[in-house]
């Protein structure tokens, strides 16, 4: 059973080009969520992706876009690229009318450079 | 609003020792779930342990035990017989009482094992 998978690991882009990131969720989950790890700090939520809607958003400016396919999986879109976009990005999977779990499901994470 | 505090930011321990890693929270939700991951060099975020906030005993995972104090809002990890794989950022973290609620984390702190 494969867990959440990313693609790619790696990335470089200019300043001012768009970037596109992916994420498959973990089998029989049905929400996808994104978080930004800027260097030497914890995960920052960015927004969640149910039933293809945006369910929820944390505290980040609309160059920050997503998308969540039938299939469940889930894009990340960030348009613009600063510098400052520079960090891992980790996509984490879940059930979304399941309550309490014991478990969060995260990627491997892709790095993204911004030069 | 939820909020995770660790104020260790590093930490060395010599190899076999049990070593104890700090953890805050503050939330008013009366339903929630506490986490522990561990994240090597490589990014991917490990889950190591989970506590309900109605959870009476203790979480203990193998060599991870989480000291749980719900009147004092804390959550400590716990890691007997420490070994050099166990260096890594370990991060404390925090989700509403719905499997699809968006994780807070702290700032995390730096584990390093001493042969």
């Known amino acids: 059973d494969a867990g959440v998978t990313q693609s790619p690991t790696h990335l470089i882009k200019t300043r001012g080009q768009q970037v596109t990131l992916r994420c498959s969720p973990k089998?029989?989950?049905?929400?996808v969520s994104w978080y930004q790890q800027a260097l030497g700090q914890g995960p920052q939520f960015i927004f969640q992706?149910?039933?293809?809607?945006?369910?929820q958003r944390g505290n980040f400016p609309d160059r920050f876009s997503g998308h969540q396919f039938p299939n469940y999986s889930s894009e990340l879109n960030v348009n613009a690229l600063l510098l400052g976009d520079s960090a891992l990005y980790l996509c984490?999977?879940?059930?979304?009318?399941?309550?309490?779990?014991?478990?969060?499901?995260f990627g491997q994470g892709t790095r993204l450079t911004v030069v | 609003a939820q909020k995770i505090t660790q104020t260790q930011p590093g930490m060395f321990v010599q190899e076999k020792e049990a070593v104890t890693l700090d953890c805050t929270y503050d939330t008013s939700d009366q339903s929630y779930g506490l986490f522990w991951y561990k994240q090597p060099s490589s990014g991917e975020m490990i889950f190591l342990i989970y506590q309900g906030s109605y959870d009476e005993q203790n979480a203990t995972e193998g060599r991870y035990s989480l000291n749980f104090q719900k009147a004092r809002k804390s959550a400590n990890l716990v890691i007997s017989a420490s070994q050099l794989g166990d260096s890594a950022m370990y991060f404390c973290a925090m989700r509403g009482d719905r499997s699809a609620s968006k994780i807070i984390f702290g700032s995390g702190t730096r584990l390093s094992i001493r042969p």
């Open positions: 984490a999977s879940s059930s979304y009318r399941v309550n309490m779990n014991t478990e969060a499901f």
């Open positions: 992706y149910y039933e293809e809607e945006e369910r």
């Open positions: 089998s029989g989950h049905d929400t």
